[in-house]
C-alpha cells in the first residue's frame, strides 16, 4: 500500500496519471469541528495503474502537482458522489476539477436506483463486498493504519471498473449526454458560492416581519463570516435559535445582549459585543421597503390534486419504462409546478428529461395520454 508524502514522489504520480484519459479519484476529510472540510487523504488511481493515497497534512507537501492535474482537461475525473469533494477543491483553489464523471449520477441513470450508495454500486457491479468499518474513523491522525489505508485505497479500485461499465451502458443506452448535463451543474462555481447575506435563510424563525428579517440577515452574515474566519462550525459562533431571539427581541447595548438567551458570554461584551449590536442597528436601520422578505410558499390548489396524482403514477411509468431513478427525473416540486403550469421554470421540461417525461406528462394533461389498469398493472395509451 503506497502512500505519498514528499515532493517528488507526489510529482511522478502526477505526471504518469496525466498520461491516461481517466483517473479515478476520492477523498477522506473531517468536518465536525470546522467550518470548511479538513482534506486529510486523496486516493487517486489511473487505468493499468496502482491506487496510491496523498498525505496532503504530510509536512512540507506541495499540492500544486496534484491541483494542476484537477485542471488537467486531458483527463476526466470520476468521482463517486462527487458533490463533498468538489466543494474541498474548490474551497481550497477557488477551481473546480474538470472534467468529470460523478458514478452515483450515471448509476441513476443507468436505473441503479436513487442515490445508490459505493457499496451498493461496487457490489452490483463488480461483486464486490467492501467493508466500511474504517468510513468513519479520525482521518487526521497519524500514521494511518493499514485497514485505513486499505479500505481507502480500495475505493478508488473498484471505481474504476465501476466507470468502464457505467460508460459502456450509457453509450449503449445512449444517455452520455445526459450524464453530461449533469455534470455541467456539478462543476458550475455557482453551485459551491457562500453568501454570507443569504445564510439568514437558514435560521427557522416565526415572525415575517420586515424588520424582524433584517435583523435576522444582518446578524446571521457578521456569524458566517465569523464561522469562516475562524473556521469553526457556525453553531460554535452562535446557535440559530439564538439569532433568532436577537431578530425579534433586538438588542441595543451590552445590558440588552446579557438578556439573550443562550449568547455565550464571550459574545456580550467586548468586539464581538460590539459588533453584535453594530449588526443589529444595521438591521434595524433598514428601509421596510429594502428588507428581506420570506417567500411564501405557493398553496398547491386542491382541486389539482387529481391531475398531480396522475403525474406521479406516469412519472413511476416512465422511470421504469427507462430504466431511470424516478427521483433523478423529478421531485414532488416539481411535479406541483407542472400541475400548475405547462410553462413552469423546471428541469422536467428541459433536455433529457423533458424527452423522457415532461413531454408525455404535458400530453397527459391534455388528455392525449390515457392511464388505465390492465391486468393489475397501470398502462399508458394514447388517447
Not at 507537501?61 to 466543494?87: G, S, Y
Not at 451498493?120 to 457491479?125: C, I, R, S, T, Y
Not at 459502456?168 to 443506452?173: A, G, M, N, Q, T
Not at 382541486?303 to 396524482?309: G, K, Q, R, S
Request: a negative charge; charged letters at 25%; hydrophobic letters at 40%.
Amino acid at each position: 500500500m503506497s502512500i505519498i508524502t514528499d515532493n517528488k514522489a507526489l510529482q511522478a504520480c502526477c505526471e504518469k496519471l496525466s498520461q491516461n484519459s481517466f483517473l479515478t479519484i476520492d477523498t477522506e476529510f473531517l468536518r465536525d469541528k470546522t467550518y470548511y472540510s479538513t482534506l486529510c487523504l486523496v486516493q487517486l488511481a489511473g487505468p493499468g495503474i496502482d491506487a496510491v493515497a496523498v498525505d496532503p497534512l504530510a509536512e512540507g507537501l506541495d499540492l500544486e502537482p496534484l491541483m494542476d492535474l484537477m485542471a488537467n482537461e486531458k483527463v476526466l475525473k470520476v468521482f463517486h458522489a462527487a458533490r463533498q469533494d468538489l466543494e474541498i477543491f474548490h474551497n481550497l483553489t477557488n477551481e473546480i476539477p474538470h472534467p468529470i464523471f460523478d458514478t452515483q449520477v450515471a448509476a441513476m441513470v443507468c436505473g441503479y436506483g436513487e442515490q445508490v450508495g459505493y457499496n451498493n454500486l461496487v457490489n452490483a457491479v463488480c461483486g464486490v463486498q467492501i467493508d466500511k468499518g474504517p468510513q468513519f474513523t479520525d482521518w487526521s491522525r497519524r500514521p494511518l493504519s493499514d485497514k485505513q489505508l486499505s479500505y481507502a485505497l480500495g475505493d478508488v479500485t473498484h471505481l474504476r471498473d465501476v466507470y468502464l461499465h457505467l460508460e459502456e451502458e450509457l453509450d449503449k443506452r445512449g444517455r452520455t449526454q445526459w450524464v453530461n448535463e449533469e455534470m455541467a451543474v456539478l462543476m458550475a462555481p455557482t453551485t459551491y458560492q457562500n453568501h454570507p447575506e443569504e445564510s439568514w435563510k437558514r435560521v427557522k424563525i416565526k415572525s415575517t416581519k420586515p424588520q424582524v428579517l433584517a435583523v435576522l440577515r444582518e446578524v446571521a452574515a457578521w456569524r458566517e463570516l465569523e464561522a469562516q474566519r475562524r473556521n469553526v462550525p457556525r453553531n460554535r459562533i452562535v446557535r440559530d435559535e439564538t439569532l433568532a431571539d436577537m431578530a425579534i427581541h433586538p438588542p441595543k447595548n451590552e445590558k440588552d445582549l446579557k438578556r439573550i438567551r443562550n449568547l455565550p458570554g464571550d459574545m456580550t461584551q467586548g468586539k464581538y459585543g460590539d459588533q453584535l449590536i453594530d449588526a443589529t442597528k444595521k438591521g434595524l436601520e433598514i428601509p421596510v421597503a429594502k428588507c428581506p422578505v420570506l417567500k411564501k410558499r405557493t398553496r398547491f390548489p386542491s382541486e389539482l390534486t387529481p391531475v398531480l396524482e396522475m403525474l406521479k403514477m406516469l412519472l413511476r411509468i416512465q422511470a421504469s419504462e427507462h430504466e431511470v431513478a424516478a427521483k433523478l427525473i423529478a421531485v414532488n416540486g416539481d411535479l406541483e409546478e407542472l400541475a400548475m403550469s405547462d410553462s413552469a421554470e423546471i428541469s422536467v421540461l428541459k433536455g433529457w428529461r423533458y424527452d423522457v417525461f415532461g413531454k408525455e406528462a404535458v400530453a397527459l394533461k391534455h388528455g392525449k395520454i390515457v392511464l388505465s389498469l390492465e391486468n393489475n398493472q397501470i398502462c399508458k395509451r394514447s388517447a
